[in-house]
């Protein structure tokens, strides 16, 4: 029943997203941005203007470089700041399913409809992953389905539509982490592989591979120590630790394969290229020449960062084409920019914060034993507290730092609201820890034969869906959930304003 709901509340949000920026776009002028805008590879067919005018604010910022290379393949340098299997499922799917409509639509028409239809899915599948994940991990499905059902709400949520990877990486980093957290290592390394093939940041997941076959195989050392076989002991610690370092590097080595991989094509690409720019449309040369885009050429001197020890082309685009780098953000003209990130960031803040203060003795231990001095715990904490949930609230925490001091801020939002599941956990935790209308009692049962007055478990009442819930009682909700449901819904609805029209909102 739950999962209907999630699912039924998503599909939900999904439509009403693609028919609010449809109508926000229609009825807002385009800001003239500086951004990448290529020339169109193919004149209008019959159904071109109405997708465009139905799906068009898909397409604005980093999206039109996904739909680019989707299009025509990578060709600018920069275009390799954005990973490939995001573009090859897009013409797949405009290649395949959307096939039909060729006579009447466009290649890009057909993969702006692509980016709805498949977005729309993927976001699904990141929901549902998500509420797995939550209720492995938080063993609560209180906690597990409210935060499923904000997730819907996301305040990245223009980006979970619009052309972007973020949906596909969510579904793939959420899937992966509750394969792991299931026990399925092998499939988890597979699917947090994939998601290394749509966002770099998916190298950051290699720590959950790291982390847990090690918490594992302490927790079978701290298991042998009553054991008075010296030569046993011996063999099975030894076979622990082989054992550990195997998968903590099979677990890496898989993981980071595409981002090498494509890291090399890169090179190969640029620093020994075969490409002459006679292949290539005078359009697209014409617009490298007026934006000062690089673009392979045979017949010219290999760029500087191919001679460098490590030649890695994400790290030069990510320096030369958008100054990332430690501190560079932190300008007085960019205080709007830390004013938008700021919400997002206090709930990272709050949870490493809140995480601590409950378990200050785990977070000293790191989380790889939780045990008193003579024996552990006969049963975990469930929900937000739980020891599972450190090497969450970690991760996050290293995400929110990174993001503060070395990214363009404003990306923290959309950042953490695909990599990692705490800033709805906490927003969730919150939400049942301080608003009455989520803690009322159901009323009390009685067993069969069992008489009026005796002991009984009571349970909490929760509504089907507690967000509709909540919303339908507005003015009666607590202030945290305001303010919660506020910077949700407000951030939900101005991202489809404003990233739809080109208005500052990446």
Known sequence: MDVKTVLQFAATTRGLSLLIQALLNAAIPDHEADAFTPPRAEEPRLLDPAVQWFLGGLSHWDAEHFLFIAERGYLYEHNYAFFPLFPVILRGLAETILQPLSGCLTLRG??????????????????????????????????????????????????????????????LTFGGLFLLERGYTFRACLALSIATAARANGLVNVGFLLYLPLQQALSKIW??????????????????????LFTAALGTAVIAFPFLVFQYYGYRVFCTPSLSLEQVSPALIQL?????????????????????????????????????????????????????ALPMATLGMAAA??????????????????????????????????????????????????????????????????????????????????????????????????????????????????????????????????????????????????????????
């Open 110 to 171: 057909r993969l702006l409809l692509a980016v709805a239809l498949g977005n729309s899915a993927l976001f699904l599948l990141s929901v549902v992953a998500l509420y797995g994940l939550g209720r492995v991990v938080l063993q609560d499905r209180r906690l597990a389905l409210v935060s499923s059902l904000l997730y819907c709400l996301t305040p990245a949520n223009v980006f979970m539509t619009a052309g972007y990877s973020e949906s596909l990486f969510a579904a």
């Open 223 to 244: 298991g042998l120590r009553k054991d008075n076989n010296r030569h046993n002991k011996c063999l099975q610690y030894t076979w622990i630790v082989a054992r550990l």
């Open 288 to 340: 490298a020449e007026d934006k000062g885009y690089r673009v392979p050429d045979e017949n010219a001197p290999p760029p500087l960062w191919c001679l460098r020890p490590l030649p890695l082309l994400y790290s030069h685009i990510q320096d030369v084409y958008w100054d990332v780098g430690f501190l560079r953000y932190f300008q007085l003209k960019q205080i709007p920019n830390f004013l938008l």
């Open 353 to 506: 914060y809140m995480y601590y203060r409950a378990n200050p003795t785990r977070c000293l231990r790191l989380g790889l034993w939780d045990r008193g001095a003579n024996k552990r715990p006969d049963k975990p904490t469930p929900g937000f507290y739980s020891p599972r949930v450190f090497l969450y609230v970690v991760h996050a925490t290293m995400l929110l730092g990174f993001g503060t001091f070395c990214m363009h801020v404003q990306v923290l939002t959309r950042f953490l609201s695909s990599s990692s599941p705490v800033p709805f956990w906490i927003s969730a935790h919150l939400l049942l820890l301080y608003e009455p209308l989520l803690q009322r009692r159901s009323p009390p049962t009685y067993n069969k034969g069992q008489q009026r007055g005796t002991p009984r478990t009571v349970f909490l009442y929760l509504p089907q869906n507690p967000i509709v819930h909540l919303l339908s009682r507005w003015k009666t909700c607590s202030i945290p959930t305001r303010w919660i449901l506020g910077y949700f819904i407000s951030y939900w609805l101005m991202g489809l304003a404003l990233h739809c029209n080109f208005l500052p909102w990446t």
